[in-house]
């Protein structure tokens, strides 16, 4: 199949996203922080344009804090496209967002075991584990039970183990890129303006 001709620059994309706010009240126990835009933008044009997962397709994007992930894949002409996430203060921001920019998007209020169904392409940027042990994991199973393909943020420090995961599961995992995410001060804990945690977007199908 040849490529889909591009409709829109990844750095227009990028900078439509930041039109989506940030979490209101990230909780600490819920590790949220939001998806950085010209990491979503990169994330969104890889499924879209160098694996045909996102245009006419229904998407899932699990944890969709304020919606960034599911917002651009609308933009980017998925055919169907629902958010969920257990925050109902991140969902308000995502639903804002979703008229701002004018844009078809289900928001649903709940855990991510609660979803059913099928659908071609989940997105996800998990909670990390380092406040739940595994809860990355746990993100994993249910986008492999609900969707082909996944795309996944991690920890680069997880690289290994999660291959392994994966492998003793029977998937296949790629890994698109290698970069790192700011998280900004916004924790009492946190010590610091900002810092840098190294990432890897990986791309998992069975």
């Known amino acids: 199949m040849p490529p889909r001709p591009i409709q829109i620059r990844k750095h227009d994309l990028a900078i439509m996203l930041q039109k989506v706010g940030p ?4 909780k600490v126990g819920l590790e949220q922080y939001t ?8 994330i969104l044009f890889s499924a879209c344009y160098s694996h045909d997962d996102i245009q006419s397709k ?13 917002i651009g894949a609308s933009i980017l002409g998925a055919a169907y496209v629902v ?14 967002a979703r008229k701002t920019l004018r844009t078809e ?14 659908v071609e392409t989940v997105l996800m940027n998990p909670p990390f584990g380092t ?12 986008a492999l039970r609900l969707g082909n393909v996944v795309y996944s943020i991690h920890k680069s420090s ?12 029977g998937f296949n995992r790629e890994e698109i890129i290698a970069t790192k995410i700011e998280i900004p001060h916004q924790y009492d804990f946190h010590r610091r303006p900002k810092r840098s945690v ?9």
């Not at 958010?83 to 804002?96: F, K």
């Not at 998007?105 to 099928?118: E, K």
């Not at 190294?198 to 069975?206: F, G, Q, S, Y």
Request: glycine share 6%.
């Open 105 to 118: 998007v289900d928001f649903v209020l709940g855990h991510v075991d609660i979803i059913q169904g099928h």
């Open 58 to 70: 229904r998407v899932l994007d699990l944890g969709t804090g304020t919606g960034r992930l599911a």
């Open 158 to 169: 997880t690289r290994q183990f999660l291959k392994d995961w994966l492998q003793r599961r």
């Open 35 to 42: 998806t950085p835009a010209d990491l979503a933008a990169e």
């Open 83 to 96: 958010g969920v996430d257990v925050d109902a203060a991140s969902l308000r921001v995502a639903s804002a």
């Open 198 to 206: 190294e990432v890897d977007l990986i791309r998992v199908t069975k």
């Open 23 to 26: 979490h209101p009240k990230p």
């Open 131 to 142: 406040k739940k042990t595994h809860a990355d994991l746990h993100f994993l199973d249910c």
